[in-house]
């Protein structure tokens, strides 16, 4: 069995339907978004999740934006097409801000927006404002979903080609979420591993918890149950005490955002993973698409970490588990630095220290 789909779009009724990632294993029910502010406000509190999937949500907002500008200005406007022109590229550039500024880390966000703003600007040279324009915009994101399906498939062929060389069965430990649910597609990391399981060469995986959000526990638990792929969940601070003892063969995590020389952010913890991985002497690898990869950003320290609020932590379903007044810390990433991962496994190519991208 496949995992589910992290969305939809329907056709119906032009709404997009994103699976509610917070209430997962438990229940499966899919939000219906039918304006951007719909989307805007299901990324924002992490209904839907996870760095490419978001991006592609975020894609599907600025259609719903561009939906709605066609039912509530276009009318209002006057049929001069230069006005018409100006107001609706403000008015798109608004949209553009609003999607990307939902969560600061993952630049996914910003690629797939932007991908779709300027195919739109292109088309726009050669056609009028019309309502012609939505059924463009929404095909145009689907290549862009098929663009990921088939990024996803190459890194998980690569990632298979360089891990099954290791061993015959494989021990392999993962953090966080990055799977379909996090990627629209079989995933990066998980990608891999679900590869390697149709090889039959994973003996088990080990995945971490993930804490506050449960990424581990809830998503990838599930996803990986759900495939038949043996795995077992441990607490975040098991890590070590796993490596040391259960013959862990490598690391492998997704990644948020990669800098020029490598230095990669993605989901709080990795970065003690990495170091850990190194004391053990276990390859550590980030399987990412090549579009994570942010050569504007020369190392992790320029990568802007989100923080989100002390409820995350405070509450665990539904009820404070610490004082109500205590302060809290939440950085939602950290930055693991190039020198400590092995190899950086792309739909391109696998990248190795000192990475030139
Ligand atoms: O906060 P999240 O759950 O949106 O975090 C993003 C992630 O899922 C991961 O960090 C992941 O490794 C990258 S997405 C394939």
């Not at 039959?200 to 996803?223: D, H, N, S």
């Amino acid at each position: 069995m496949r995992s589910l789909e992290p969305f939809y779009f329907e056709r119906q009724d032009n709404c997009l339907y994103v699976l509610n990632q917070k209430i997962l294993p438990l229940k499966i029910e899919y939000v219906r978004c039918v304006t951007c502010e719909d989307v805007v406000k299901s990324i924002k509190d992490m209904t839907v999740r996870g760095a490419p999937v978001i991006g592609l949500v975020a894609g599907y907002g600025f259609v719903l934006g561009i939906k709605e500008f066609f039912d509530h200005y276009a009318k209002r406007l006057s049929e001069d097409q230069i006005n018409k022109k100006k107001f609706f590229l403000k008015y798109i550039s608004d949209l553009e801000s609003k999607l990307v500024s939902t969560r600061p880390t993952a630049v996914n966000l910003s690629w797939t927006v932007n991908k779709i703003k300027s195919f739109l600007i292109t088309k726009l040279n050669s056609t009028n404002i019309s309502r012609k324009i939505i059924t463009l915009v929404l095909a145009e994101m689907k290549n862009i979903h098929q663009e990921i399906i088939s990024q996803n498939l190459k890194i998980s062929k690569l990632g298979y080609k360089l891990i099954s060389k290791q061993k015959d069965k494989c021990v392999i430990l993962t953090h966080c979420n990055a799977g379909t649910l996090a990627t629209g597609g079989v995933g990066t990391a998980l990608g891999i591993i679900t590869e390697l399981h149709r090889h039959k060469k994973i003996k088990t995986v080990y995945v971490t918890e993930t804490r506050p959000y449960m990424q581990g526990a809830r998503l990838t638990m599930f996803e990986l149950i759900s495939q038949g792929v043996p795995c077992e969940l441990i607490c975040d601070n098991m890590a070590g005490f796993v490596m040391k003892n259960k013959q862990v063969d490598c690391v492998i995590v997704g990644a948020d955002r990669i800098a020029k020389n490598g230095d990669t952010a993605n989901k709080i913890g990795t970065y003690s993973l990495s170091i850990l991985a190194k004391y053990h002497n276990i390859p550590f690898y980030v399987a990412a698409p090549s579009s994570t990869i942010d050569t504007s950003i020369s190392d992790g320290d320029k990568i802007v970490i989100e923080e989100r609020s002390e409820e995350e932590l405070k509450i665990v379903n539904g009820k404070l588990i610490t004082l109500k007044n205590a302060k809290v810390y939440h950085p939602a990433f950290d930055i693991t630095p190039a020198k400590l991962i092995s190899a950086i496994i792309t739909e391109k190519k696998v990248y190795r220290y000192p990475y030139k991208f």
